[in-house]
Nanobody
Framework: QVQLVESGGGSVQAGGSLRLSCAAS??????MAWFRQTPGEEREGVAY??????NYADSVQGRFTISQDNAKNTLYLEMNSLKPEDSAMYYC??????????????????WGQGTQVTVAS
């Protein structure tokens, strides 16, 4: 059974940093992504990584970095210069596709349970 387990969320002051982790069981997926969602809003794509490289939402470009440790089957999201508007539940997503056809749209096959990030002003 596929499992994606996120960790690393928490509360931080504006301007601070956090690193989220997503441990994937069973298989190392070539297409993985981070999304975020606040109550009442649609799930928003943050960044994704596939065979072609990495892509970021404009709102996080230059502040967030997505990376993957293949030996550990773990995906990371390094978040710097955090802003209050970055507060959300962050979700890890994975797809067996080599290329993330969904991109920053939440059309991925597997999802984690989420980890909460709160940025205080």
């Amino acid at each position: 059974q596929v499992q994606l387990v996120e960790s690393g969320g928490g509360s931080v002051q504006a301007g601070g940093s956090l690193r989220l982790s997503c441990a994937a069981s069973v298989y190392r997926y070539p297409c993985m992504a981070w999304f975020r969602q606040t109550p009442g809003e649609e799930r928003e794509g943050v960044a994704y990584k596939d065979k072609l490289g990495t892509n970021y939402a404009d709102s996080v470009q230059g502040r967030f970095t997505i990376s993957q440790d293949n030996a550990k089957n773990t995906l990371y999201l390094e978040m710097n210069s955090l802003k209050p508007e970055d507060s959300a539940m962050y979700y890890c997503a994975a797809d067996p596709s080599v290329i993330c056809g969904g991109g920053l749209v939440p059309k991925y096959k597997y999802w984690g349970q989420g980890t909460q990030v709160t940025v205080a002003s």
